[in-house]
């Protein structure tokens, strides 16, 4: 490769000339390895969030940079290899049902996930509320426990991407997280480095996601489907309604309650609904199923039979958790010390959730961080959440908050009241699926 420089590179996205796939790879490397300094990756992101790389092709190019800048999985099960990405919401603990669902089918599903930052849980933070489970493992034990169950969710390793794990760090002090040439190549690099054959991805669009305006989504869709296609991945995405909580709780082993009641076949409703639609099109789109509804029926049936509860029950044995948690969860997960309701103040429909508000609240007593260095309260968070078009009389419980302290749980309280809006009519029903991106 030529003697590149980081300050040539610089340089050239500075005077936004487009970069070589060879300066690409060349910086991506030094990201990875420190030849790029802290100075310079926060210059780059910069120059990138300012000016873009360029064209299509270069955001393809230095999405597969970052993606092999490190280590690339690849998987011998003899079935499709296929993921699902959600950009982050509120009550979204679609991933702990969708893995076990998939893999119920008899497809691979090796998800690498992330942990929680600002008011948007994390999968892997979620799945911590279990005893003894573990989500980082050795690439060995990743291929032990896809080739026992069929699916795994699991943090990426230092040998994953690591030039996205050293640009995400500086993105975030250098106010340049909002790039879409960045967020795609740090989105799809890991996906990429998964061995992927298929992703679908979950595009959350409103007052409890991170683009609450349906353009942007829709930008950043098309973005991260043609980036993926073009890198070799078969990928599509469904822009979804987040404007409030997914599922009627929030909060790390609260969300697994409610993911264990989904997949014990026990409740319909939003969890089940956007689970369900994205397991079909990432089915159908693999050509496994003929069409949507023939894969929503078997999708539907394993949810029933419990099928995907003993392929989740299995996965969490395999990953340190209790055997058989899947049988008696309720015994297993931490429970908050004080719970108190929350009451209408006054007669009317449901009309609107501040989604975002509703996130930090959860933030704030602990089930969240704001920083990654910042101790997660498994226990704490919001259950039995009204959904958008109750009808609510006066005195009508809203939700429960569930908190370590009495003051804790009153001043979340007095957020609460302040983060809906009641009216006298009926709201419009809002679609959950929102777009469709191939």
């Given at each position: ?66 993606r092999?800048s490190?280590?690339?999985?690849s ?20 991933s702990?049902?969708?893995t ?6 008899g ?7 992330g942990?929680?930052l600002?008011?948007t ?10 005893p003894g ?6 690439e060995?034990?990743?291929v ?14 230092e ?16 106010s340049?997280v ?22 679908v ?11 609450a ?23 599509t ?17 609260l969300e ?5 009641r ?24 693999q050509?496994?199923y003929?069409?949507?509804?023939q894969?929503?029926?078997e999708?539907?049936r394993?949810l ?8 989740f029950?299995?996965?969490i044995s ?13 015994r ?12 209408a ?11 975002q508000s509703?996130?930090n ?7 969240g ?26 005195g ?13 749980a009153?001043?979340?309280?007095r957020?609460?009241l ?21």
């Open positions: 490769m030529k003697n590149f420089t980081a300050q040539a590179i610089l340089a050239k996205v500075r005077n936004k000339s487009l970069l070589s796939r060879d300066e690409m790879v060349w910086f991506a490397k030094g990201l990875s390895d420190g030849k790029v300094t802290d100075a310079q990756a926060g210059a780059f992101s910069m120059a990138v969030a300012l000016n873009g790389l360029g064209s299509q092709q270069a955001r393809t190019d230095w999405t597969l940079a970052m092999d490190g280590k690339i999985l998987w011998e099960v003899g079935s499709p290899v296929l993921d699902k990405h959600s950009t982050g919401g509120i009550g979204d603990c679609v702990l049902i969708l076990p669902l998939l893999a119920s089918i497809v691979c599903v090796p998800m690498i996930s942990r929680g600002g008011h849980g994390g999968t892997l933070d979620k799945l911590e509320s279990i489970v573990k989500v980082m493992h050795s060995e034990r990743l032990e426990i896809i080739e026992s169950c069929g699916c795994i969710i699991a943090g990426a390793n040998k994953i991407a690591p030039a996205d794990r050293r640009l995400y760090a500086v993105r975030d002090v250098t340049t909002d790039s879409l040439d960045l967020i795609t190549a740090s989105i799809l690099s890991k996906k990429l480095a998964s061995g992927l054959d298929g992703l991805l979950d595009i959350k669009c409103g007052s409890g996601a991170f683009m305006d349906l353009n942007q989504a829709t930008e950043l869709a098309k973005a991260l489907v043609k980036t993926a296609n073009e890198s070799g991945c078969a990928t995405a469904l822009i979804t309604d987040m404007n409030q909580p997914l599922a009627p709780a929030m909060g790390n082993a697994i309650v409610e993911a264990m989904v997949l014990s076949g026990e409740t319909v409703g939003r969890l089940r609904s956007l689970t369900v639609s994205l397991g079909a099109e990432i089915l159908k789109a050509k496994i003929n069409n949507t509804k894969a929503t029926n999708l539907g394993n029933n039979s419990g099928a995907a509860l003993k392929k029950g299995e996965m395999l990953m340190g958790g209790p055997i058989n948690f899947e049988k008696d969860f309720n297993y997960l931490p429970e908050a010390t004080t719970v108190i309701e929350v009451f103040p006054k007669a009317g429909y449901l009309a609107q959730w501040d989604g509703l996130g609240i959860v933030v704030k007593l602990g089930g961080r704001l920083v990654e260095t910042d101790q997660i309260d498994h226990a704490v968070g919001l259950s039995d959440i009204a959904s958008i078009g109750t009808k609510l009389s006066k009508s419980p809203i939700l429960k908050i569930h908190a370590t302290r009495l003051d804790h009153e001043e979340a309280k957020q609460v302040t983060a809906f809006k009641l009216t006298d009519s009926a709201p419009k029903e809002t679609d959950l699926v929102l777009k469709r991106i191939t």
